[in-house]
């Protein structure tokens, strides 16, 4: 047996979403940015895609820009909503993706803003009061915090964040990337400027996503070239990844309520299993249901002299997931999710991420692999 656990990097692709892309790129090959019968085609599969999202966010389809990936919504939303706005101060996290993280050191390195890291707990909860305090003494401030930690799952109340931020009249940019098809998000009263997606978490394509731009809010492009996007975005639109995306939405929210009992269901079966499996097992982040994202469980191990080997031992057992330590004192190397939380150095760390292609059997073999290993190497 060979059991996919690592879901927050990818998912699968769903059938339904390969069938809907791969009509889009066997009749629809025009150029959406062309005045023909082609491109008009093409630029109707688009708008209908938009139309789809918007939608489902209780937003308007004027607010949805397609991007290549959450990668490029998150630096179109940090450069352009801190340089147009005239934005010089702001506030993010430790243990926020590198795509926030090191896009904010950047600017705050060529001088353009400075940086301030609000507290978060060993949990990786968020410090609202200390996060007020910055907001207060700052002027306008750009704020970065995300929905969902991608390594630990434990989730911030970005309700919470967007009143505060409207309070102070700061700008609030949301990655969303971890929940965009596992939680509602209504944008019609969620205090957000930008929020963004990359299609490939929710069983969608690899190689596109969408930044969600607030009527409130004014930026210039990021990426110059034609006029697509409504001039916001320059290139040639993925259109056959657009149509992916939009269906792979549509099918998440549908089902939503569903998968979620399911999944936690999952998570919540293996945290007990490992429990019982493994004498001083440990987990990172926040794991109940009201505090955690459910597709994600991040589990500290006991030290053992297998640490540097545990995962590539996992994928010999047929097992895929991802990992690490947190950065030993002195060094880069690790997880600058863990260090920011101050996980032990010594002892491995595994997250294991599921979907709706899981199951129960898959996490008993796994659980059983894992005993197994620990039970020669401890």
Do not use: W
């Given at each position: 047996?060979?059991?996919?656990?690592d879901n927050a990097?990818t998912?699968?692709?769903?059938a339904?979403?390969?069938?809907?892309?791969?009509n889009a790129?066997?009749?629809?090959?025009g150029?959406p940015?062309?005045?023909?019968?082609?491109?008009r085609e093409?630029?109707?599969?688009?708008?209908?895609?938009?139309?789809?999202?918007a939608?489902l966010?209780h937003?308007?389809p004027?607010?949805?820009?397609?991007?290549s990936?959450?990668t490029?919504?998150?630096?179109?939303?940090?450069?352009c909503?801190?340089?147009?706005?005239?934005?010089?101060?702001a506030?993010?996290?430790?243990?926020e993706?590198h795509?926030?993280?090191?896009?904010?050191?950047a600017?705050?390195?060529a001088?353009?803003?400075k940086l301030?890291?609000v507290?978060?707990?060993?949990?990786g909860?968020v410090?609202y009061?200390?996060?007020?305090?910055?907001?207060?003494?700052?002027q306008?401030?750009?704020?970065?915090?995300?929905?969902?930690?991608?390594e630990?799952?434990?989730?911030?109340d970005?309700?919470r964040?967007?009143?505060l931020?409207?309070?102070?009249?700061?700008?609030?940019?949301?990655?969303?990337v971890q929940?965009m098809g596992?939680?509602?998000h209504?944008?019609?009263?969620?205090?957000?400027?930008f929020l963004?997606c990359?299609?490939?978490?929710?069983h969608?394509?690899?190689?596109?996503g969408?930044?969600?731009?607030?009527?409130k809010?004014k930026?210039?492009?990021?990426?110059?070239?034609?006029?697509q996007?409504?001039?916001?975005r320059?290139g040639?639109?993925?259109?056959?990844?657009i149509?992916?995306l939009?269906?792979?939405l549509?099918m998440?929210?549908?089902?939503?309520?569903?998968?979620?009992?399911?999944?936690?269901?999952?998570?919540s079966?293996?945290?007990?299993?490992?429990?019982?499996?493994?004498?001083?097992?440990?987990f990172?982040?926040?794991?109940g249901e009201?505090?955690?994202?459910?597709?994600?469980?991040n589990?500290?191990?006991?030290?053992?002299d297998?640490?540097?080997m545990?995962?590539?031992?996992?994928?010999i057992?047929?097992?895929?997931?991802?990992?690490?330590?947190?950065?030993?004192?002195?060094t880069?190397?690790?997880?600058?999710?863990?260090?920011g939380i101050?996980?032990?150095?010594?002892?491995p760390?595994v997250?294991?991420?599921?979907?709706?292609?899981?199951?129960?059997?898959?996490?008993?073999?796994?659980?059983?692999?894992?005993?197994?290993l620990?039970?020669v190497?401890v």
């Open positions: 047996m060979r059991v996919y656990l990097a998912t699968p692709l769903d339904e979403v390969i069938k809907v892309m791969c790129m066997e009749s629809t090959y150029n940015s062309s005045i023909h019968a082609h491109g093409a630029r109707s599969l688009i708008e209908k895609a938009r139309k789809t999202i939608n966010l937003a308007s004027a607010e949805i820009f397609f991007t990936s959450g490029e919504a998150d630096n179109t939303a940090i450069r909503g801190i340089v147009d706005n005239n934005i010089t101060h506030i993010t996290t430790h243990i993706h795509a926030v993280v090191h896009t904010l050191e600017m705050e390195k001088g353009i803003i301030s890291f507290n978060v707990d060993d949990k909860n410090d009061a200390h996060l007020e305090q910055l907001l207060q003494d700052n306008r401030s750009f704020v970065s915090l995300m929905h969902a930690n991608n630990i799952g434990t989730l911030t970005i309700e964040v967007g009143e931020c409207e309070q102070y009249n700061a700008i609030f940019h949301c990655d969303t929940t596992h939680f509602p209504d944008l019609g009263k969620l205090k957000v400027h963004v990359a299609a490939h978490k929710f969608g394509p690899k190689g596109v969408f930044l969600h731009i607030n009527h809010i930026i210039k492009p990021f990426i110059y070239g034609g006029a996007e409504r001039n916001m320059g040639t639109e993925n259109v056959y990844g149509a992916g939009a269906k792979a549509e998440a929210y549908a089902d939503m309520e569903q998968h979620r009992q399911h999944i936690q269901g999952l998570k079966y293996m945290k007990d299993q490992l429990i019982e499996a493994i004498p001083g097992i440990k990172n982040g926040e794991t009201d505090k955690s994202l459910y597709t994600v469980l589990v500290s191990f006991p030290e053992t297998m640490a540097d545990l995962l590539f031992n996992l994928d057992a047929g097992i895929s997931a991802s990992g690490g330590s947190a950065c030993s004192s002195g880069d190397i690790g997880s600058h999710v863990l260090t101050g996980a032990s150095s010594t002892r760390s997250r294991f991420s599921f979907s709706k292609y899981n199951t129960k059997d898959e996490i008993d073999f796994v659980v059983n692999k894992v005993r197994d620990f039970a190497n």
